[in-house]
């Protein structure tokens, strides 16, 4: 089985729609994928409906958290959508992007980029809005070459130049409440130093001991010696190692499955998982 855990659409910052993500998952050779859109569950319905014949739906989100100033994001898989505390802070998350992301163009306009709120707000479309948006604004004003290269001190990391703090959850309160919504708490690209400060090794203690049951670990944004090192920790701490893409379409260079997760690790998750269960292809609309 070829597994992936971690994928974004234009419910979020995809580019690819939920429909169009299924469909290319299995055209991947894909036998599992999970949709984990930005603080968001808006792309399930869509795409579960167009879900191919041997492909198998992980329903889930990447909630944006942070601790002590470091910004850390946690992936959800199998919760009830529902759940009313969930729900509630993850629409207070969502909506605290529109104004961060006004402001953050108006930081790159007084730098003396000529970025538009009307252009970022058009790649977005119906998404949540945030920073990969505006990133791809400016690739298209050829201020980077690339959205990758936005997310730097110069631009969009955390801390940088034109970063903005938004609302986002605290890690130990989000794993309470994705548990208490049935769901299963995955920490996600920990150790992705390129994206700005990552969160000391003791914290991951700390949140295994709150509860969290796994870490990414195979992951773009990770080297070797990093992989090594969660590997290392995750066994001492008892907790899930995954595999994933975190695949947004055109907007990054990972494909669909370059990296997976064990079939063993995702058993686990979804006997660990009570709020949802995984949606099985059945052929999909074709107008889904």
Known sequence: MRIDLHTHSTASDGTDTPAELVRHAAASG????????????????????????????????????????????MLAYLFDPAEPELAREMDLV???????????????????????????????????????????????????????????????????????????????????????????TVVAHPGAARRGR??????????????????????????????????GLAAELGLLTTGSSDYHGSRKTCGLGDHTTDPEIFGEITRRATGAFPVMGTGGSPDA
């Open 198 to 231: 990552t969160m000391p090794d003791s914290v991951l203690g700390e949140l295994a001991a709150c509860g969290l049951d796994g870490v990414e670990v195979d992951h773009m944004d990770h080297d070797e010696a990093t992989r090594a090192r969660l590997r």
């Open 30 to 73: 894909l036998d599992v994928v999970a949709l984990t859109d930005h603080d968001t569950t808006r792309g399930h319905a869509e795409a579960a409906a167009a879900l191919p014949e041997g492909l198998t739906l992980v329903t889930g989100a990447e909630l944006s958290c942070s601790i002590d100033g470091i910004g850390l994001h």
């Open 94 to 184: 969502r909506d605290d992007r529109v104004p961060r992301a006004h402001a953050m163009v108006g930081r790159l306009r007084e730098l003396g980029v000529p970025v538009t709120w009307e252009r970022v707000a058009a790649i977005a479309g119906d998404g949540s809005v945030g920073r990969p948006h505006i990133a791809t604004a400016l690739v298209e004003l050829g201020v980077v070459p690339d959205v990758s290269s936005a997310f730097t001190s110069e631009w969009l990391a955390d801390h940088g130049r034109v970063y903005v703090e938004k609302h986002e959850l605290d890690p130990f309160t989000a794993i309470r409440l994705v548990k208490a919504a049935g769901g299963v």
